[in-house]
């Protein structure tokens, strides 16, 4: 009775084909040695590919662990330079040469802070959300005397 086919595993590192020929090479050519290939040999190179598969998975893994820290730092950065950069606009006062040297400095990313949802790795402008909800007007009740 032939074996039943199983789907293949499009993630797989080892192709459904290279799979039939492991198996071809465990059950009909088991006692067969061709110079170099034979089921051990094929099965090693297979667990080799298998282990490799997996530890690019995980430095993948890490590598996106370590951009996301980097652009959280990066952001954290940009803010206190903003921070920064205002206090010396402050501090220069009267000093022209220091207000000169301010005034050119433009901090790249610097602008409106956008909502934490826009900046949850999507693409900028590809999810639309609402508009804020203005503040409400003033009654007269509530006005300061």
Same mark, same amino acid.
């Given at each position: 009775?032939? $074996?039943? #086919? *199983? /789907?293949? =595993?499009?993630?797989?590192?080892?192709?459904? @084909?290279?799979?039939?020929? !492991? &198996?071809?090479?465990?059950?009909?050519?088991?006692?067969?040695?061709?110079?170099?290939?034979?089921?051990?040999?094929?099965?090693?190179?297979?667990?080799?590919?298998?282990?490799?598969?997996?530890?690019?998975?995980?430095?993948?893994?890490?590598?996106?662990? $370590?951009? #996301? *820290? /980097?652009? =959280?730092?990066?952001?954290?950065?940009?803010? @206190?330079?903003?921070?920064? !950069? &205002?206090?010396?606009?402050?501090?220069?006062?009267?000093?022209?040469?220091?207000?000169?040297?301010?005034?050119?400095?433009?901090?790249?990313?610097?602008?409106?802070?956008?909502?934490?949802?826009e900046l949850a790795g999507a693409p900028q402008g590809s999810i639309k959300l609402p508009p804020r909800r203005p503040r409400k007007a003033r009654s007269q009740a509530d006005a300061p005397a």
């Open positions: 009775m032939p $074996a039943v #086919a *199983a /789907l293949p =595993d499009p993630s797989s590192p080892v192709p459904s @084909a290279l799979s039939e020929l !492991l &198996a071809v090479f465990a059950e009909a050519l088991s006692d067969v040695r061709f110079p170099g290939v034979d089921h051990d040999a094929l099965s090693a190179l297979s667990a080799q590919a298998q282990a490799d598969d997996e530890r690019v998975r995980a430095l993948q893994a890490d590598l996106a662990a $370590a951009e #996301a *820290a /980097l652009a =959280d730092t990066q952001e954290r950065l940009l803010r @206190a330079a903003e921070l920064g !950069l &205002a206090y010396a606009r402050v501090y220069a006062g009267d000093d022209a040469d220091l207000q000169g040297r301010l005034a050119a400095i433009h901090l790249a990313g610097a602008g409106p802070r956008r909502r934490k949802l």
